[in-house]
């Protein structure tokens, strides 16, 4: 399985963007998916994840009511809306996916920076 996200960006605070996150390779064993992101010296986070189906597992507190988690199977890709941004939401965000064989994949990673 391969990831690649994409539609990271500058942006001021307030601001949006739509991340995506498209899966190659061995799909059919992909389960759940997520987001995570890692703060310059801070540990990897969670921000959202996804069941197959398209059902939203959890968010991050600090994400709560301005993300948004989505999955289109058809295209392999999972999305991450993310509307009223703020400065420390600033960081690196990786996608992941689960297999069925509890396998672990992460993307390369797509760099958010919002500016106050």
């Known amino acids: 399985v391969q990831l690649v996200e994409s539609g990271g960006g500058l942006v001021q605070a307030g601001e949006s963007l739509r991340l995506s996150c498209a899966a190659s390779g061995s799909t059919s064993r992909i389960n759940n998916m997520g987001w995570y992101r890692q703060a310059p010296g801070k540990q990897r986070e969670l921000v959202a994840t996804?069941?197959?189906?398209?059902?939203?597992?959890n968010y991050a507190d600090s994400v709560k009511g301005r993300f948004t988690i989505s999955r289109d199977n058809a295209k392999n890709t999972i999305y991450l809306q993310m509307n009223s941004l703020k400065p420390e939401d600033t960081a690196v965000y990786y996608c992941r996916a689960d297999t069925y064989y509890i396998t672990v994949h992460w993307g390369q990673g797509t760099q958010v920076t919002v500016s106050s």
């Open positions: 996804i069941t197959k189906s398209g059902s939203p597992i």
